[in-house]
């Protein structure tokens, strides 16, 4: 059963920090790429950082470079994104997304993350 399930959400203050974790089964992790989305209210879902392996160069949306880092770990299956210096417009639904180099995609349900200022 191919699952992936985020954690790590919640409500912190402007400035603070976040550790968001997919843990994932039922695929081949290591073929996939891995990346964060989120989803704002009112706003379309947008690609938050991008990792196709352990040890290449990730991609970050322009608005979270030098903040965000994803990592991933292969042996685990599981994908991670270490939020610093958090904002408000940083509000939203964080989802895990798992694509077969565009044969396939995976979605996780999402864990909340709420950035009070």
């Known amino acids: 059963q191919v699952q992936l399930v985020e954690s790590g959400g919640g409500l912190v203050q402007d400035g603070g920090s976040l550790r968001l974790s997919c843990v994932t089964s039922?695929?081949?992790?290591?073929?996939?790429?891995m990346s964060w989305y989120r989803q704002a209210p009112g706003k379309e879902r947008e690609l938050v950082a991008r990792?196709?392996?352990?040890?290449?160069?990730?991609k970050y949306a322009d608005s979270v470079k030098g903040r965000f880092t994803i990592s991933r770990d292969n042996t685990k299956s599981t994908v991670s994104l270490q939020m610093n210096s958090l904002r408000p417009e940083d509000t939203a639904m964080y989802y895990c997304?798992?694509?077969?180099?565009?044969?396939?995609?995976?979605w996780g349900q999402g864990t909340q993350v709420t950035i009070s200022s």
């Open positions: 990792l196709t392996s352990p040890d290449a160069t990730p």
């Open positions: 997304n798992a694509d077969l180099w565009g044969r396939n995609e995976l």
């Open positions: 039922g695929f081949t992790f290591s073929s996939w790429i």
